[in-house]
Nanobody, 127 residues
Framework: QVQLVESGGGLVQPGGSLRLSCAAS????????MGWFRQAPGKGREFVAA????????HYRNSVKERFTISRDNAKNTAYLQMNSLKLEDTAVYYC????????????????????WGQGTQVTVSS
């Protein structure tokens, strides 16, 4: 069973930065595409970003483009989400998720393709 553990969340002022990490318990993370999702209070979970296993293709929701960067270090079995220019509306619990696909023509925003999820890390943007 693959376990994913997120870290790096916290309280930050608007305009600030945070880097989230997602560490996997097995080498499986390096083999498959993975993504980041978030859930704000009172709202459903939404797609944030995703990246193929080889780092060849990254996807972002429109509201985070140019501000967030997804990356991964397969040698360390860890993925990252660098978040810059944070806004109040970025406040949410952030989850990393691991798929079982290596395809480049995939639908990264579909939760159903991710069987493995972390427990989430809180990101609060507040002045």
């Amino acid at each position: 069973q693959v376990q994913l553990v997120e870290s790096g969340g916290g309280l930050v002022q608007p305009g600030g930065s945070l880097r989230l990490s997602c560490a996997a318990s097995a080498r499986t993370l390096s083999m498959y595409n993975m993504g980041w999702f978030r859930q704000a209070p009172g709202k459903g979970r939404e797609f944030v970003a995703a990246i193929t296993w080889s780092e060849s293709i990254a996807h972002y929701r429109n509201s985070v483009k140019e501000r967030f960067t997804i990356s991964r270090d397969n040698a360390k079995n860890t993925a990252y989400l660098q978040m810059n220019s944070l806004k109040l509306e970025d406040t949410a619990v952030y989850y990393c998720a691991l798929s079982t696909t290596r395809a480049t023509n995939w639908q990264p925003d579909l939760e159903s393709i991710y069987p493995y999820w972390g427990q989430g890390t809180q990101v609060t943007v507040s002045s």
